[in-house]
């Protein structure tokens, strides 16, 4: 499978593309939060010289405690199943991961049903935001794991074995729509993402079963993650604004997002143990990040509906 960089997207294939989206930070303050809104795509620039094939490397520039989410763009009529791995880490599963093969218990999304991630699966329909922080500090979500920081983020995508679904599209049909709003407004020059707050989220169980992905057709790409001044250094340009205040954005009366999918279930990570999230590495360094709690009005939030995949107003 050729994966290829158009347009700030990462295009597998000819079906699927992958897209990071610039996002409110939620508080890591044990409460559950809706979804926070899209801000425009992450700028993403090839790490070197490439022609596509079947991995690329990339870079996308993130301010230390800046948070993001993956968008997913899928073709309804033609699945694909997709890894993604965090610092070595698999963001469903919670388990070291080398991203060579799709994983029994489910450790992997399925595209669609799955329209988005912002992060690692906590169970319960619960994720932890993914944030950067810097690499070797111990904040990665490998740290946690005991494992050496590497940072940056993969993504594998697998194809689906033929047969299984049809050839052709049918007429085009809208995808899942999460708006954005346009707001203007001396450390490691890589950086890890680490665990933060609570968000609800579900990981959509794989409805077709694992025989249906042929793992011998797969692409992936590696995206390190730059800070400003290491963003500034490679490329010659200016990175993203840094983003609003989560506080600041609900007092302006601006909408959260949620999704109605009570009826659908969600995958648990196969790691039980207790994810170290940065708030944990904060207190062991005695860091006060300024992190504080946000009470998001239920007329703010709009419901998304999962099944339709409409914006319910």
Not at 2 to 12: E, G, M
Not at 33 to 53: D, E, I, N, Q, V
Not at 226 to 235: C, D, F, I, K, Y
Request: include cysteine.
């Amino acid at each position: 499978m050729d994966v290829a960089l158009k347009d700030n997207r990462v295009q597998f294939g000819d079906r699927f593309s992958v897209s990071l989206h610039r996002t409110l930070r939620i508080p890591d303050d044990g409460r559950v939060y809706p979804l926070p809104p899209g801000f425009g795509l992450f700028p993403l620039r090839p790490a070197s010289t490439t022609a596509p094939g079947p991995r690329l490397e990339l870079i996308v520039p993130l301010y230390q405690r800046e948070a993001l989410w993956l968008g997913f763009s899928a073709a309804p009529w033609k699945p694909n199943a997709v890894k993604v791995i965090v610092g070595g880490v698999n963001a469903v599963s919670g388990l070291p991961d080398t991203a060579t093969a799709l994983g029994d218990p489910q450790d992997y999304l399925v595209c669609p049903d799955q329209p988005w991630l912002d992060g690692f699966n906590a169970g319960g329909g619960v994720i932890r935001q993914f944030v950067a922080m810097p690499l070797g500090q111990g904040y990665g979500i490998e740290a946690g794991a005991g494992l050496p920081e590497r940072g940056g983020l993969e993504i594998v995508v697998f194809d689906p074995k033929p047969g299984y679904f049809p050839d052709a599209p049918p007429p085009e049909r809208l995808g899942p729509a999460r708006p954005s709003r346009i707001v203007r407004s001396a450390e490691p020059r890589e950086m890890a993402l680490g665990a933060s707050g609570r968000m609800r989220q579900k990981i959509y169980p794989d409805r077709y079963g694992g025989a249906v992905w042929d793992q011998d057709n797969a692409g992936g790409v590696r995206i390190r993650i730059l800070n400003s001044h290491g963003w500034r250094e490679l490329t010659k340009s200016e990175p993203p604004a840094t983003p609003i205040a989560a506080a600041a954005y609900t007092a302006a009366g601006l909408p959260w997002f949620d999704l109605y999918d009570e009826q659908d279930r969600s995958v648990a990570p196969s790691d039980s143990g207790k994810v170290k999230t940065v708030g944990d590495r904060d207190q062991e360094l005695r860091i006060d990040p300024g992190d504080r709690s946000v009470d998001v009005p239920e007329n703010q939030v709009i419901i998304i509906d999962h099944r339709r995949r409409e914006v319910d107003h």
